[in-house]
């Protein structure tokens, strides 16, 4: 295993270049399966949860592989960040020892029912943060005509040929929404998808879809109507930039009174998290950027924020997007921990999701829970410690807590880190960080 020992107290400096969207690259590589001929996805972020889904559609019949980088490659060179695509004898069992290391493998439900009638696809595991069914995914399924059954640890999905419907979800499930999209694609006639999801990465999966040849209107609405075709053929497509990991380095020049120009950054999908910030005393400058590899929205696009003054506390109470998101809750945290003053974090997404909190503490962070709502007492400082991660998104926040914080932070279990950030700690490194990898015998 490996840690990341963090020597704190370094205000960062200097520019990142952002890469692309974890959770928009996911369903999009996986869509691979509804489409004839090859499909080039650009800007791929190199992440353990990516070569998983690469390996999920191997077996699937669907080879994917990231193209070797060009003998000229530099930081932004695409070649690095290509994935090839293309389906050769589509079958249909996702098995457990893939699906346990990733939830987002039940993406495949709806792209194999569309493609082959029949689905089998291993009961999900991914990240400890609460029960994480699946229910609403099956429930829309079932309304276009497929059927499931439960066996052996697995869900068997069958049908004819699936039908377009009129279906609501009980909740914007950015996964269900997702699955139904793929699925609808290749529908017999009208899908109408009403209580969406309006995440970025849906509409960004959304437009990839189309530039295959589907008909997906309302892209960015809570209603999302699907006119089913015949096929779909292979495209080149440039994944849209992450916007967590954007909004975890905002935060990261945050904690530290540094000063961070993020290029290639998806402030729109940011807005939340920016004026939260700005209540907090960062302050943001979205300037056109000098490179070319920064295009977002069409355009080139970077972000600077800086930090001079102390932090100040805010409440934050996470929801579907628009509003806060769920994955930016924990670095949050961190940040409140060295605030002036208490504020509150309420989790109305996922049970379960404040394992970071006993090890910030353990820092000397001043945080009470009770159920899904916590409160945080700003302290003067935090100390360097053994910390434990336990999910992707509770290991940034022990990261930041750990640049932050006086002395040596040792981050352990950090392959939670690694299924989400690109060499984070690289990045964080030509920032001014002292932070590198280690060996973990512990
Ligand atoms: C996606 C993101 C994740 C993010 C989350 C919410 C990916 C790969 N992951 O996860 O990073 O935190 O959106 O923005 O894109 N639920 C049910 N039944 C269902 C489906 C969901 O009860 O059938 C519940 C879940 O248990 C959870 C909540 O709804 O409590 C949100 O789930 P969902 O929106 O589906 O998130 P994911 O797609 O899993």
Excluded: W
Aim: charged share 25%.
């Amino acid at each position: 295993m490996e840690k990341l020992i963090i020597h704190g107290g370094k205000r960062l400096r200097g520019r990142i270049r952002v890469s692309g969207s974890k959770n928009a690259a996911l369903p999009i590589l996986l869509s691979a399966i509804l489409v004839d001929g090859p499909v080039r996805y650009l800007n791929v972020p190199r992440l353990r949860d990516i070569n998983t889904a690469n390996r999920l559609l191997d077996i699937l019949g669907c080879p994917a592989a990231f193209e070797a980088p060009a003998s000229d490659a530099s930081e932004y060179d695409p070649g690095g960040h290509t994935v090839r695509a293309e389906v050769q004898e589509l079958k249909p069992e996702a098995p457990y020892d893939l699906v346990k290391t990733m939830r987002a493998s039940v993406l495949v439900l709806g792209p194999l029912l569309a493609r082959l009638g029949l689905a089998k696809v291993a009961l999900p595991g991914g990240c400890a943060i609460g029960a994480r069914p699946v229910e609403l995914h099956l429930k829309a399924l079932e309304r276009m005509g497929a059927e499931f059954k439960l066996d052996s640890g697995y869900i068997i999905g069958r049908c004819k040929k699936l039908h377009g419907a009129d279906i609501s979800f009980d909740f914007p499930t950015v996964g269900g929404t997702e699955n139904l999209l793929m699925a609808a694609s290749l529908a017999d006639g009208e899908t109408i998808l009403r209580n969406a999801a309006r995440e970025p990465e849906v509409s960004d999966l959304a437009h990839f879809l189309n530039a295959c040849g589907a008909r997906i209107s309302g892209i960015g609405s809570d209603t999302l109507y699907i006119e089913g075709v015949d096929k779909l053929s292979g495209c080149s497509y440039l994944i849209m930039p992450d916007r967590i990991e954007a909004g975890t380095f905002m935060a990261a020049a945050a904690i530290t009174g540094g000063e961070l120009e993020l290029e290639s950054c998806p402030s729109e999908s940011l807005s939340k998290v920016i004026d939260k910030m700005e209540d907090m005393g960062a302050r943001f400058k979205i300037a056109e950027s000098d490179t070319d590899h920064s295009f977002v929205d069409g355009r080139p696009h970077s972000v600077t924020v800086s930090m001079d003054g102390p932090l100040k506390s805010s409440d934050i109470s996470t929801a579907p997007y628009p509003g806060f998101p769920t994955d930016m809750q924990a670095q949050f945290m961190a940040m409140m921990s060295l605030a002036r003053g208490s504020g509150t974090v309420e989790e109305n997404i996922f049970e379960n999701r404040f394992m970071h909190v006993p090890e910030l503490n353990r820092m000397g962070a001043d945080i009470r829970l009770s159920g899904s709502r916590a409160v945080v007492h700003g302290v003067k400082k935090l100390t360097g410690a053994p910390v434990m991660a336990s999910d992707l998104r509770a290991s940034a926040s022990l990261v930041l807590a750990g640049l932050a914080a006086k002395g040596e932070t040792h981050v352990q279990r950090i392959y939670h880190l690694d299924r989400g950030y690109e060499r984070i700690e690289n990045k964080l490194r030509a920032v001014g960080a002292e932070i590198v990898r280690a060996r973990d015998d512990s």
